[in-house]
Antibody, heavy 118, light 107 residues
């Protein structure tokens, strides 16, 4: 069974950093691209960043470029999102999602909440 | 960026009704359009990929169609468990973008 479990969220002050993790199981992690998608409270979904199978290719939405870094450790079956210079508008639930070449984002984790507030 | 516009924003229908949700892209997305269902407090679930392909395990009452800039999700016979918000999503070009969602309610 495919499982994606996010962790590392919490309350953080503006300008500070946070690192999210997504532990994957039930599939061969290194064979799949991965991504982070966020959802602000009562709002819609917003793609944040994607990473290729080996980690060599990364993509970001403009609003997080230079502040967020997506990475992965295939030996640990874990996806990461390093979030620096956090802003109040980054407050959201962050989901990790598995990407396939056919269906695109097929499995999603349950999400982790990030609140940026002083 | 490709803007995805969903309509209506809220839809109220009766059990057994045929329901159609719409999604319009600001430019041609070449059928690279997925539909996700999100129930309250849950993660999104993939229903349809690449316009009209039913994801494994999804009931056959869900179907998708469209081309170019206009896409639809149809539920042939609405069930109580279909209460959710439905999002369309384009993966034709970066940045990847979602629609703002259609909230589906039961009358």
């Amino acid at each position: 069974e495919v499982q994606l479990v996010e962790s590392g969220g919490g309350l953080v002050q503006p300008g500070r950093s946070l690192k999210l993790s997504c532990a994957a199981s039930g599939f061969t992690f290194s064979n799949y691209g991965m991504a982070w998608v966020c959802q602000a409270p009562t709002k819609g979904l917003e793609w944040v960043a994607s990473i290729s199978t080996g980690g060599g290719n990364t993509y970001y939405r403009d609003s997080v470029k230079g502040r967020f870094t997506i990475s992965r450790d295939n030996a640990k079956n874990t996806l990461y999102l390093q979030m620096d210079s956090l802003r109040s508008e980054d407050t959201a639930t962050y989901y990790c999602a598995r990407r396939t070449t056919t269906t695109f984002f097929d499995y999603w984790g349950q999400g982790v909440m990030v609140t940026v507030s002083s | 960026d490709i803007q995805m516009t969903q309509s209506p924003s809220v839809l109220s229908a009766s059990v057994g009704d045929r329901v159609t949700l719409n999604c319009k892209a600001s430019q041609n997305i070449n059928k690279y359009l997925n539909w996700y269902q999100q129930k309250l407090g849950e993660a999104p679930k993939l229903l349809i990929y690449n316009t009209n392909n039913l994801q494994t395990g999804i009931p056959s009452r869900f179907s998708g169609s469209g081309s170019g800039t206009d896409y639809t999700l149809t539920i042939s016979s609405l069930q109580p468990e279909d209460v959710a918000t439905y999002f369309c999503f384009q993966h034709n070009s970066w940045p990847l973008t979602f629609g703002s969602g259609t909230k589906l309610e039961i009358k």
